[in-house]
């Protein structure tokens, strides 16, 4: 069973699992297909992701230009700042962010549909970081757009020194961005 808010952005909602505790920890359902379709979430997963990062990596703002992927994203252990940019052409919220905090411990849940960019910072010493995508992962087609965007504007916790792959570094801005979703 989960509880589902809808954000600003639509399309763009947090999750949050029932969580079945006691003395010994706890249980908890993360996905059931057809929990998902009672709330419109109609996904079919194809691929599971994971990585672990130390505080301060921020990895994105990430997309797939043509074999665009919806992500269900959660943190396993510690804890991040999560970011999605919509950059749906024609969308009313186009260029929009929605940041939500992600951990181990409120074991929320953030579903990004696709037509979004997606990134997030490590707040915590370190983070593991978990998402299930409805689309297999294409190299030759990642696109990405810089995290510190003026145009965007996502307000980043700040964590001190922010840590970067040197293709992030170099992402171009939104405007100036391949973008065909």
Not at 44 to 50: A, C, K, P, S
Not at 154 to 173: I, Q, T
Request: charged content about 30%; aromatic content about 10%; overall charge neutral.
């Amino acid at each position: 069973m989960l509880t589902m808010t809808k954000t600003e952005i639509d399309g763009l909602v947090i999750l949050e699992p029932k969580v079945f505790g006691d003395d010994r920890g706890y249980f908890m359902e993360t996905y059931n297909k057809g929990d998902f379709e009672k709330l419109g979430l109609h996904y079919d997963f194809v691929q599971d992701n994971q990585s672990k990062s130390r505080k301060g990596v921020l990895r994105g703002l990430h997309f797939q230009v043509n074999y665009a992927q919806a992500k269900l994203v959660r943190v396993l252990g510690g804890e991040v700042y999560d970011v999605a940019v919509d950059l749906r052409k024609g969308s009313p919220t186009h260029g929009k962010w929605v940041g939500v905090r992600l951990s181990g411990e409120n074991k929320k849940m953030f579903m990004i549909p696709r037509g979004f960019a997606h990134g997030f910072l490590v707040l915590s010493e370190t983070a593991v970081f978990a998402y299930k995508c409805d689309n297999l992962y294409h190299p030759e087609d990642e696109g990405g757009i810089r995290y510190d965007d003026p145009s965007i504007g996502v307000r980043w916790p700040d964590v001190g020194e922010v840590l970067l792959s040197d293709k992030d570094k170099n992402r171009p801005l939104l405007g100036n961005a391949r973008i065909e979703l």
